[in-house]
Nanobody
Framework: QVRLVESGGGSVQAGESLMLSCVAS????????MAWYRQAPGTERMLVAR???????EYADSVEGRFTISTTDTKKRLFLQMNSLRSEDTGVYYC???????????WGQGTQVTVSS
């Protein structure tokens, strides 16, 4: 079992920055995949950024060059640095981890990000 707790959300103006943090506890592993998802009102949850077990990072086209995902060596913490925020970045951001190629997954409770234009 893995517990994920996000923090760092808030309300900001367009162009400002936020850093989200996710603390992982329980049966964490250096081989687990980690990611951030976003869900805006009335839409499906979408992948924002992920970091693979090999350390490769991938980003949604809409955040490429503005957001940076990172993790500690122990994978006890996952971060998302969000710069040049836009109103369309608004939503609830969820921390997500996977084991065994996605066969097992865990979600955090989410943290709200609101960007006003």
């Amino acid at each position: 079992q893995v517990r994920l707790v996000e923090s760092g959300g808030g309300s900001v103006q367009a162009g400002e920055s936020l850093m989200l943090s996710c603390v992982a506890s329980g049966s964490i592993s250096s081989t687990m995949g980690m990611a951030w998802y976003r869900q805006a009102p009335g839409t499906e949850r979408m992948l924002v950024a992920r970091i693979t077990t090999g350390g490769t990072t991938e980003y949604a086209d809409s955040v490429e060059g503005r957001f940076t995902i990172s993790t500690t060596d122990t994978k006890k913490r996952l971060f998302l640095q969000m710069n040049s925020l836009r109103s369309e970045d608004t939503g609830v951001y969820y921390c997500h981890v996977t084991f065994w190629g996605g066969l097992v997954e865990y979600w955090g409770q989410g943290t709200q990000v609101t960007v006003s234009s």
